[in-house]
């Protein structure tokens, strides 16, 4: 049962359903956990948030009372300090606690992320340029061959999946800022390369093995090439399409599905995304209104990660907004995405993903630019706005692991409210500067 209560009456055993107000203006990613920690209860009750729902079923009431686990049953993991816990709730770590100890089926090799020792994103941002600029060579022949009905080869293909696979394992985090910093990435092969990568860092996250997560990612890049055959002009569609429109747009699901079968060389788990990528986890999707698990897993993976790229990525009719944003949206269309995958998804990208803007306590804005893999709710930012004299200023580079108590991050923030001039400009100055001032 659900009950709204103020966020002076939340106390620790009490299981959060839902936080009240904008999603980028508290500090917690998530907004369904247990909370069993001191430290984030501090952080709610000094946020912005005036109320909550809890889950009396699952947790406490006000009071004491309520049927779900209390503190007292359930075990806690790790050394009780609550460092970190204030954005990564101890519910969560407890689920990933008991997927890592759980046996592996004996013919699944997962993916080891640790085979490669990871370069930073500065180092690494080379790299994934010069796999931008090779694939989307390939990639502007192969959807240009698409288009004019000629089958797709794997082998085509593979080269800029084994590209993509490559960067995330040297760094998970880096093709994935430079795709959201990059001011020209509206093209159909550029989303689709976006999508790829993001599906490789996911089956990644998820701990697909090695040849499912180059799947995941070939899924990703083809899911959208049955838009070459509509009848119509893709580069003018706006949302505001008339029903005749959209009916002609939605049926790019089935053509891509149907061309990829025809060329008899994609694996039908990655010819199905082409169908599924638009289906949603409550059956409001298209074509064919399925519903939860009926979604194929890569369907699933790729309707969040087709969803995010499509909201931080300019579009002919709207402009991009703030990743962070992006993820906070997301997490309001409720039952839209299987939410499982979603939290690995947000994992796998970073709580603050990198081209992020955020709010510092020094009243700063600051661009994410690295991840700290020892705690991703302190990255590494660049400081180049003022917010009390509304002005830019030189960059300052910061990595919040290090600054921990005397700067942290406020919430993630959204540059368009201060109508900063030029600010694509300006984030493209300020992330290009600090991968190679950190080289």
């Not at 890049?221 to 580069?235: N, R, T």
């Not at 008899?264 to 399925?290: F, I, K, T, W």
């Not at 519903?291 to 002919?316: K, Q």
């Not at 302190?378 to 400081?383: L, M, S, T, Y």
Request: hydrophobic share 40%; proline share 4%.
């Amino acid at each position: 049962m659900l009950k709204r209560i103020d966020v002076a009456e939340v106390q620790l055993g009490m299981y959060i359903h839902k936080l009240e107000g904008n999603w980028l203006k508290h500090p917690f990613w998530r907004t369904k956990f247990l909370l069993t920690d001191a430290q984030t209860l501090a952080d709610l009750r000094a946020s912005e948030v005036e109320g909550v729902l809890i889950d009396v079923e699952k947790g406490e009431d006000v009071g004491g009372g309520g049927s779900g686990p209390s503190l007292r049953r359930r075990p806690l993991i790790g050394n009780g300090s609550g460092a970190g816990n204030s954005i990564v709730d101890r519910a969560r770590m407890e689920r990933l606690h008991a997927a890592a100890h759980r046996p592996a089926p004996s013919n699944v090799v997962p993916f080891d992320a640790r085979s490669t020792a990871p370069l930073s994103v500065a180092r690494e941002i080379g790299h994934a340029k010069a796999v931008v600029a090779r694939a989307n060579r390939v990639l502007a022949g192969v959807f240009e061959q698409a288009r004019l009905g000629k089958a797709i080869s794997r082998g085509q293909v593979e080269p800029v999946i084994e590209d993509l696979f490559a960067s995330i394992q040297r760094n998970p985090h880096a093709f994935n800022g430079l795709m959201r910093i990059r001011r020209e990435n509206s093209s159909l092969y550029a989303h689709g390369l976006a999508v790829s990568a993001l599906m490789i860092a996911l089956g990644r996250q998820m701990g697909l093995d090695e040849q499912r997560v180059k799947d995941a990612g070939l899924a990703g890049l083809l899911m959208d090439v049955g838009m070459g055959h509509l009848p119509i002009d893709v580069s003018t569609i706006l949302d505001d399409l008339s029903d005749a429109e959209r009916e002609i747009v939605e049926t790019h699901t089935t053509l891509g599905y149907e061309f990829l079968n025809l060329g008899g060389e994609m694996p039908e788990e990655v010819a199905r995304v082409c169908l599924e990528h638009h289906e949603r986890y409550d059956g409001s999707g298209y074509p064919n209104q399925l519903v939860g698990e009926e979604i194929g897993l890569f369907g699933r993976m790729a309707a969040i990660c087709d969803v995010y790229d499509s909201m931080t990525s300019d579009r002919p009719h709207r402009p991009r907004i703030d990743p962070n944003a992006a993820l906070g949206l997301m997490r309001a269309m409720e039952g839209e995405f299987d939410e499982d995958i979603l939290d690995q998804f947000i994992e796998s990208v970073g709580v603050y993903p990198i081209g992020s803007v955020v709010r510092l306590t020094t009243g700063r804005l600051a661009l994410v630019v690295d991840q700290n893999v020892d705690d991703y709710t302190r990255p590494r930012v660049w400081a180049f706005y003022d917010v009390g004299s509304r002005r830019v200023i030189k960059p300052e580079d910061l990595d919040l692991r290090l600054c921990k108590g005397r700067v942290e991050i406020v919430c993630s923030d959204d540059a368009a409210a201060y109508a900063i001039e030029n600010f694509p400009e300006i984030r493209e100055m300020v992330f290009n500067s600090a991968c190679k001032a950190l080289q």
